[in-house]
């Protein structure tokens, strides 16, 4: 690793591949004989031009998006997505099914409130989010305007093991945390929306993917024009100044995606990335996983010891092995390592091999 790198098991903003950053710094000054810097162009000039279009093109390659899907490039979070997507579609009956799994799908919900009328589909909050609700569960209204997940839980370490089967109602997944970690069919959703810093680009671009039908539903004549779906779509991102420098590093990240090979790859990759983490936990007695097996996630890995001195002090030696950002959220408490695309394989060995080795000083 170059520069004294740490291992950062942050939740985000977090790692980007070390490949990406060095062609950023690279190009810093003078993109590709433009004589400037990406952060200095025009966001209406030909050559920035050539980037949005690229970002979104081999965005659509990597999670083969189809044609009858808008990629928009936003600002203001996920947690903006929290309302838009119910300004734009809780629009035809009103009301929509929210499935609370964790600590963004229930803020997800609350924001929709303020728009129509929620229905809580399922929700484990009773058990502390151990788990994803499964689909006998879920109490679907056919009526619905939309049914609306968080796919993966980046607090708890949890993740969806099913794509929920709504019939003719939209499904709406929020995926901040786990988009591109592996092939997801694009079909099953009507939207899909993350947050960029997770897994693909620095803070301050938003990704949604929505089918084309439903950049019908907004109302236009009181929808704020920069949480209009439609016109964003139609303006291809460009109503304003889109975030020009987190669509150029996207894109940059996109090509590192397809030339890792790909999704499939990154699946494999991130699978025994996770399995080097959960086998430890698996034989351990003194640290333990928060969450239920078949719902455990590849990208935040969540476990805890029953004692919180003892959480703080693995926390405070692992930093000092150059490991960090291994606190877990103050709502769960112990550790979670967030092991996104970029965090490398070695990174993730030698905090297995500290895990063990801790537990071996700590009888
Ligand atoms: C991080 C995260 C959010 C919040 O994202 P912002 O971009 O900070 O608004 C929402 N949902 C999930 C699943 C997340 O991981």
Known sequence: MAFNRIFNFSAGPSMLPEEVLQIAQKEMLNYNGSGMGVMEMSHRSKVYDEIIVAAQAQMRKVMNIPDNYKVLFLQGGATLQFAMVPMNLMTVNGKADYVVSGSFS??????????????????????NFTRVPQQNELKLDPEADYVHICYNNTIYGSVFNYIPETGNVPLVADMSSCIMSEPIDVTKFGVIYAGAQKNVAPAGLTIVIIREDLLERTPKEYTPVMMNYKTLAEKNSMYNTPP?????????VMDWLLNMGGLE???????EKAA???????????????????????????FRTDDDELNAKFIKEATARGMSNLKG???VGGMRASIYNAVPTEGVRALAEFMKEFEANNK
């Open 276 to 302: 080097l983490l959960y086998d430890v936990l698996d034989n351990s007695k003194l640290f333990k996983p928060t969450v239920e097996k078949q719902n455990r996630s590849i990208m935040n890995v969540t």
């Open 244 to 252: 020009c420098y987190s669509i150029y590093i996207c894109k940059l």
């Open 106 to 127: 229930k803020k997800a919900a609350e924001e929709a409130a303020k728009y129509g009328n929620v229905q809580i589909a399922a929700s484990t909050k009773s058990e």
């Open 329 to 331: 959220h103050r709502a």
């Open 265 to 271: 790859v990154m699946q494999k990759r991130n699978t």
